[in-house]
Nanobody
Framework: QVRLVESGGGLVQAGGSLRLSCAAS????????MGWYRQPPGKQRELVAA???????NYADSVKGRFTISRDNAKNTVYLQMNSLKPEDTAVYYCNADIWAVTMPKFIDYWGQGTQVTVSS
């Protein structure tokens, strides 16, 4: 069973930093794009950052210059380094990856359970 597990969320003051991690496990054949989404209270889910297999990246305008996404293909893990955090960054952050499982010969989106990030003013 393929699964994604996030870690690293928590409480932090404005201007502080957090580093999120997401590890994929299970019978994995290949992983294509990996990324982070977030859902603030009362708002729609939005893309934060994405990264390809060869580390080409894409960021939402709201986090550009403050957040950095990276991945370790050997560990099937994606990271999100968040610096200069603002109260508006408060949200549940979800890991996403399109994975080719051994049991399914095509890429399918998988989601983690989410990790809470709360930034106080």
């Amino acid at each position: 069973q393929v699964r994604l597990v996030e870690s690293g969320g928590g409480l932090v003051q404005a201007g502080g930093s957090l580093r999120l991690s997401c590890a994929a496990s299970g019978s994995i054949f290949s992983i294509n794009v990996m990324g982070w989404y977030r859902q603030p209270p009362g708002k729609q889910r939005e893309l934060v950052a994405a990264i390809t297999r060869i580390s080409s990246t894409n960021y939402a305008d709201s986090v550009k210059g403050r957040f950095t996404i990276s991945r370790d293909n050997a560990k099937n893990t994606v990271y999100l380094q968040m610096n200069s955090l603002k109260p508006e960054d408060t949200a549940v952050y979800y890991c996403n990856a399109d994975i080719w499982a051994v049991t399914m010969p095509k890429f399918i989106d998988y989601w983690g359970q989410g990790t809470q990030v709360t930034v106080s003013s």
